[in-house]
């Protein structure tokens, strides 16, 4: 699955829907049938409402596979309007009336950090119980300041029938596995750590949910979960190692995921801009160029 990037147009910084919708062809060749919009890699703080709904329903409308859409924010009304919204019906380009949204994807809450598992619980429950909508969670305690623990990602799971699984965006390989274990029969993906995904994967983790740097490879991203869910396990680590080679240009460059994705896609998604909304910075022309030039042919 990958976590789309947004394309801002660089005078104006509106959503560039020409350069959405060549990104969403280009991801759909590669191999990607599954995608997450107005995630972290999406930018979705700086986005309003508004153009975080338009973002889904352009999604809806291109994308022939599975379309995740965030519904976070800090508000509870504010996210109970995005889950209204992706429950609606729009008119697509492949198959007719279909839901914005085919699951939504929830954040704790944050700005108040460290706020008690009881806390974080009603908060989940006051917004998932009102919708029918396959859902899933999204631990990433670095952006939120609050954890789903285990116990609590227990405690929901058990009033929200419809819960699917959890994302976990986390520094370590064992702060993600715990969740897989405690719920076996849900789905956890692996976020954050993408040069990990197939190590995730041999842990028993459902996938991982890749960033923007793996989506400018989608067809390596494919191929790693491809071939180890066919026993190819010598096939997969060569693509991920190819992954990790391409991680490693954006790190020797000190660049971050977002910033760096929305350079390297300008290789291959021709017009595809590389602004950033603040407060992240674009990377500088002459990085994007040594980025670029690493691009794995």
């Given at each position: 699955?990958?976590?789309?990037?947004?394309?801002?147009?660089p005078d104006?910084?509106n959503i560039?829907?020409a350069?959405?919708?060549?990104?969403?062809?280009?991801?759909?060749?590669?191999?990607?049938?599954?995608?997450?919009?107005?995630g972290?890699?999406?930018?979705?703080?700086?986005?309003?409402?508004?153009?975080r709904?338009h973002?889904?329903?352009?999604?809806?409308?291109?994308w022939?596979?599975?379309?995740?859409?965030?519904?976070?924010?800090?508000?509870?009304?504010?996210?109970?309007?995005?889950?209204?919204?992706?429950?609606?019906?729009?008119?697509?380009?492949?198959k007719?009336?279909?839901?914005?949204?085919?699951?939504?994807?929830?954040?704790p809450?944050?700005?108040?950090?460290?706020?008690p598992d009881?806390?974080?619980?009603?908060?989940?429950l006051?917004?998932l119980?009102?919708?029918?909508?396959p859902s899933?969670?999204?631990?990433?305690?670095?952006?939120?300041?609050?954890?789903?623990?285990?116990?609590?990602?227990?405690?929901?799971?058990?009033q929200?029938p419809?819960?699917?699984?959890?994302?976990?965006t986390v520094?370590?390989?064992?702060?993600?596995t715990?969740?897989?274990?405690?719920?076996?029969?849900?789905?956890?993906?692996?976020?954050?750590?993408?040069?990990q995904?197939?190590?995730?994967?041999?842990?028993?983790?459902?996938g991982?949910i890749?960033?923007?740097m793996?989506?400018?490879?989608?067809?390596?991203?494919?191929?790693?979960?491809?071939?180890?869910?066919?026993?190819?396990?010598?096939?997969?680590?060569?693509?991920?190692?190819?992954?990790n080679?391409?991680?490693a240009?954006?790190?020797?460059?000190?660049?971050?995921?977002?910033g760096?994705?929305?350079a390297?896609?300008?290789?291959?998604?021709?017009?595809?801009?590389?602004?950033?909304?603040?407060?992240l910075v674009?990377v500088?022309?002459?990085?994007?160029?040594?980025?670029?030039?690493?691009?794995?042919?």
């Amino acid at each position: 699955m990958v976590a789309l990037l947004m394309p801002f147009k660089p005078d104006s910084l509106n959503i560039d829907d020409a350069s959405f919708t060549k990104y969403l062809e280009h991801l759909w060749q590669g191999g990607i049938k599954n995608v997450v919009v107005n995630g972290s890699t999406g930018e979705f703080p700086s986005m309003t409402l508004a153009e975080r709904k338009h973002a889904a329903e352009l999604c809806r409308a291109h994308w022939p596979g599975k379309v995740v859409v965030g519904v976070s924010s800090t508000a509870v009304a504010d996210c109970l309007e995005l889950i209204e919204h992706a429950a609606t019906q729009v008119t697509t380009a492949n198959k007719g009336q279909q839901t914005v949204a085919d699951a939504v994807l929830l954040l704790p809450p944050y700005y108040f950090a460290t706020v008690p598992d009881a806390g974080i619980e009603n908060f989940i429950l006051a917004v998932l119980k009102m919708t029918k909508l396959p859902s899933y969670l999204y631990n990433y305690s670095v952006h939120t300041g609050n954890v789903i623990s285990t116990e609590s990602y227990k405690k929901v799971a058990k009033q929200l029938p419809h819960l699917r699984g959890i994302k976990c965006t986390v520094a370590a390989m064992s702060d993600a596995t715990p969740y897989k274990d405690a719920m076996p029969h849900l789905q956890a993906y692996l976020g954050g750590i993408e040069g990990q995904a197939l190590d995730g994967l041999q842990k028993g983790l459902d996938g991982v949910i890749a960033g923007g740097m793996c989506a400018v490879l989608p067809h390596l991203v494919a191929k790693v979960d491809e071939e180890f869910r066919k026993g190819n396990l010598t096939e997969a680590r060569a693509a991920q190692d190819t992954l990790n080679k391409w991680a490693a240009a954006r790190d020797s460059l000190k660049l971050m995921d977002v910033g760096a994705g929305k350079a390297a896609m300008s290789k291959v998604v021709p017009g595809f801009p590389a602004k950033v909304r603040p407060a992240l910075v674009e990377v500088p022309s002459e990085l994007q160029s040594k980025l670029v030039s690493q691009y794995p042919e």
